[in-house]
């Protein structure tokens, strides 16, 4: 990104091609959704906003069949994170009935952050806490971030969400 567009707020470069560990042990390939909007979210089991994943899966069941993804990637760089994978899974499970697709636990933040939140950051889009919201559209460029407390099912996401859609 270069200075002026920082200045500006542009936003201009393309996702690379990533993967990320899942939760499930495989791999989650983002290129296997090329030309479909994704939503990422970074996200933690023991936060206060924990109660979003009822409302992410909500979208994931409303809108995955128009083809959106919603990746769930949780994170213990805000330090409230589960000790491993298989606590996270289990837990989103017992209490969310989570079936999106959710990564194993990743870092979000800084020079060891994921490669993909690393791109982020050069987009200007730095997750503030657990549950901030990105929209990437069919072409993997940033649409646009939204800070935690605002729902997953609330009407500024899913116009947005309808809108990257193309409905």
């Not at 567009?5 to 091609?17: D, I, L, Y």
């Not at 992410?56 to 409230?80: E, K, N, T």
């Not at 605002?150 to 409905?167: D, F, K, N, R």
Request: proline residues 7%.
């Amino acid at each position: 990104m270069t200075a002026a567009a920082a200045a500006t707020g542009e936003r201009n470069g393309q996702m690379p091609h990533v993967t990320l560990n899942s939760i499930d042990g495989g791999e989650i390939d983002l290129g296997d959704y090329a030309g479909k909007p994704i939503l990422l979210v970074n996200t933690a089991s023991l936060c206060a906003f924990t109660p979003q994943f009822a409302g992410l899966q909500d979208l994931w069941d409303a809108y995955r069949s128009d083809g959106l993804m919603v990746l769930a990637v949780p994170s213990d760089d805000f330090r409230q994170e589960l000790e491993n994978e298989e606590a996270v899974r289990d837990y989103c499970a017992m209490h969310f009935g989570i079936d999106m697709p959710m990564t194993a636990i990743t870092p979000v933040l800084g020079e060891g952050a994921h490669p993909l939140y690393l791109w982020l950051a050069g987009e200007g889009v730095v997750p503030k806490w657990n549950f901030h919201k990105v929209l990437i559209d069919r072409d993997g460029r940033v649409i646009t971030d939204w800070p935690s407390a605002v729902q997953p099912m609330s009407p500024m996401i899913t116009e947005a969400v309808e809108g990257a859609l193309g409905g």
